[in-house]
């Protein structure tokens, strides 16, 4: 799958899952329709992430989705993910690029439009932009916090690459996002705290191709 398909996205969280396991959210997320996963767990140490890392690799690859791991390029190349995604903070793009080649995907957080053109200078293939509603699932400065779909416009715009919102997003308010020319969407708590997760995810991926038919 392209990144340009990429039309749901979760972002693993097991502090958010209700006591379920991350493997049982990432499967429900997989039956009802989801596009793309990170592995995200922040807090957890290398060992347990590579593990849980295998365990999801299986489980994208018989399905045909992508995985992607936050930040660590070790584990990446460890378990053959599609890709890795970073942050402002984290190992800058360019480095990402040149330690996984140039078939793996590598994607960003941005907040701004310079940090935006920077990314898909450096080599990013996809950008995720926010946070476009605020979040409690990350620490996040509160200039960047609530960015709104307007800023998500003002990026796609300036880049040639896709982008997907992320931060607060819902079933109900993703089609503003979408209609401003994202992608797709990146959720946390929408699918992982669900009482349903294939439920929440068949309804958010339903959110984004409603928006992308208003977007046409």
Same mark, same amino acid.
């Given at each position: ?73 070790? !584990?990446?190349?460890?378990?053959? $993910? ?9 190992? +800058? ?8 080649? +140039? ?15 920077? $990314? ?41 690459? +896709? ?27 929408? !699918?992982?705290?669900?009482?349903? +997760?294939?439920? $929440? ?16």
């Amino acid at each position: 799958m392209t990144v340009s398909n990429w039309h749901t996205y979760l972002v693993t969280d097991a502090s958010l899952s209700e006591g379920r396991t991350t493997l049982e959210i990432v499967r429900a997320a997989i039956d009802g329709g989801v596009d793309a996963i990170q592995l995200r767990e922040k807090g957890t140490d290398a060992r347990f992430r590579y593990e849980l890392g295998r365990e999801l690799r299986e489980l994208t690859a018989e399905a045909g989705v992508d995985l992607i791991i936050n930040d660590r390029v070790d !584990i990446a190349r460890a378990i053959d $993910a599609d890709g890795v995604h970073v942050g402002q903070s984290d190992l +800058p793009v360019a480095a990402v690029r040149n330690l996984l080649g +140039p078939d793996a995907v590598v994607g960003c957080s941005t907040s701004t439009l310079e940090e935006a053109r920077q $990314a898909e200078a450096a080599g990013a293939d996809y950008l995720g932009v926010g946070t476009i509603y605020g979040t409690t699932s990350k620490d996040v400065a509160a200039e960047k916090d609530g960015v709104g779909p307007e800023r998500v416009a003002d990026i796609v715009a300036s880049v040639s690459i +896709p982008v997907v919102g992320i931060g607060g997003i819902t079933a109900e308010n993703a089609g503003p996002v979408v209609e401003s020319g994202a992608t797709g969407v990146a959720v946390i708590s929408e !699918i992982t705290a669900a009482t349903d +997760p294939a439920a $929440a995810t068949a309804a958010l991926a339903e959110a984004v191709e409603t928006a992308k038919t208003v977007e046409d």
